[in-house]
């Protein structure tokens, strides 16, 4: 319950405020004093648990991106089945979003975090179950596949802090939440690049044994400290009239090309040092974790600048200067430039995490800026305001998995690129090409004049 709930007209009774684990039956952000007296305290509560069990979640997910460096002979996976090993987590994880997005109205945001975390446990024990010379291809497919449960906690984690935070807060709560998540895949491979450094190639099991109980402290801090909102409720319409409007397509494929790029280079990119430059797995280790890092920390900047100069100037020039990077990594590859080869992928990794806090503030922008003009049109303000924000948390939900799902699209061109090809050549193209057409389609959908432009896009 909220510290004071409303009796009459300009009377309130005093309640008790709400304890850590309760559920919440009344919640008002929006009423500023409220939310200075008790909301600040209590959202804040739930974001940092929040933030630890789908950092976690990320963490889970790219396992296998730090799992296959531990892949040796003895495994017989050769180059193409590894990025297979990769691409799997990533579909399952891009599906996954989009039921998780819903699991939190239903069941309540402590209770699926409860949960969430603690299917964390099962890709991580059959891992340490089965991850040794000898496994079949078939079983280590099926266990990275269930590590695809990690990719799902975004999407539900998002869901529940927006709920908990007033509107002029949501951006800097949300992009905390995301960040935070985000560096999960820097983590679990800065932790691989210690396991291989001081125990060797022949020990990747060492690595659940950290994030085992680090995933049990995760559910049971949810389960005591966090709390449901009661009033929570899903519209399984909004996700149905957002599919029909373009926006949600086009906002798709440029999330495709942000976060698709995160999450899929921090997938594939330390293989990609393997099989290109022959590195070994312990030089492949020293540096994959750094472009994750950066991406992640860089995001909520991406954000700041899309409310400074408006999120589609910002997301074009982002595609613009990925562009430039997938050339240059394309040339590096080319000329077999090492340098030059890691300053581009770090360079698309920085891009990326900035693209996906200036793409993810263009979403409520967009319908904002269609409310206006329906208002303008005559249109009730409450009820276009209120359709704005209906139709803005349907297409984050829906960008969540698209763009999830780019990251599989990443391992997929690279498996062929070295299969058909014997080098990445052919996956830098694609990557080149991409990119050019999402800066096309944001200029033409969202800054070229005319009278059909958005304003405040």
């Known amino acids: 319950m909220s510290a004071e709930t409303s009796t009459g007209a300009g009377n309130t009774a005093v309640i008790s405020p709400p304890r850590p684990g309760a559920a919440i039956t009344d919640w008002h952000p929006e009423d500023e004093a409220f939310w200075e007296r008790e909301g600040s305290r209590t959202a804040r509560r739930n974001l940092i648990l929040s933030i630890f069990a789908e950092h976690l979640g990320f963490s889970v997910w790219s396992l296998w991106s730090v799992f296959v460096l531990f892949l040796g ?117 800065l932790l691989g690049l210690l396991v291989l450094a001081t125990a060797g190639i022949a020990h990747p099991r060492l690595l659940l044994g950290i994030y085992i109980p680090l995933v049990v402290i995760a559910a049971l801090g949810a389960a ?49 040092l393997q099989v290109q430059f022959k590195w070994t797995p312990r030089q492949a280790a020293d540096i994959v974790w750094l472009g994750p890092l950066l991406g992640s920390l860089i995001r909520p900047v991406g954000g700041a600048l899309a409310d400074r100069i408006g999120g589609a100037k910002v997301t074009f020039t982002n595609f613009v200067l990925m562009t430039l990077a997938a050339v240059l990594v394309f040339v590096a590859s080319q000329q077999k430039s090492l340098p030059l080869f ?71 061109a690279f498996r062929e690129s070295f299969l058909t090809y014997k080098s990445g050549n052919a996956a830098y193209i694609g990557f080149i090409a991409f990119y050019g057409l999402c800066f096309l389609v944001t200029w033409t959908v969202y800054l070229r004049p005319g009278t059909r432009k958005l304003t405040g896009v």
């Not at 704005?388 to 763009?403: K, Y």
Request: overall charge positive.
């Open 342 to 412: 890691v300053t581009g992928f770090i360079l698309l990794f920085v891009f990326s995490g900035i693209g996906n806090g200036s793409a993810y503030k263009m979403i409520p922008a967009i319908f904002r800026a269609k409310a206006n003009k329906a208002i303008e049109g005559g249109a009730d303000t409450a009820l276009a305001q209120r359709e704005a924000r209906r139709m803005s948390g349907a297409l984050i939900g829906i960008a969540a998995a698209t763009g999830a799902f780019g990251g599989a699209l990443v391992n997929f």
């Open 73 to 189: 002979p003895a495994y017989h996976v050769d180059p193409a089945g590894k990025f297979f090993l990769t691409t799997v987590p990533t579909v399952v994880g891009s599906v996954l979003r989009l039921p998780y997005t819903f699991a939190v109205a239903k069941f309540g945001g402590r209770n699926w975090t409860v949960f969430s975390a603690s299917l964390l446990l099962v890709p991580c024990i059959l891992a340490a179950l089965v991850l040794k010379p000898g496994v079949s291809y078939t079983t280590l497919m099926i266990v990275a596949a269930v590590a695809g449960v990690g990719g799902g906690n975004f999407a539900s984690s998002m869901a529940n802090i927006n709920a908990f935070y007033p509107d002029r807060l949501k951006g800097a709560a949300l992009g905390l939440n995301a960040g935070g998540g985000n560096i999960g895949v820097a983590v679990v491979q």
């Open 224 to 272: 005591l400290f966090m709390n449901n909102l009661t009033q929570m409720r899903n519209d399984k319409r909004a996700m149905r009239d957002a599919t029909k409007d373009p926006h949600t397509w086009i906002m798709s494929l440029l999330y495709i090309g942000t976060f698709g790029s995160f999450i899929g280079f921090s997938f594939a990119f330390g293989q990609v």
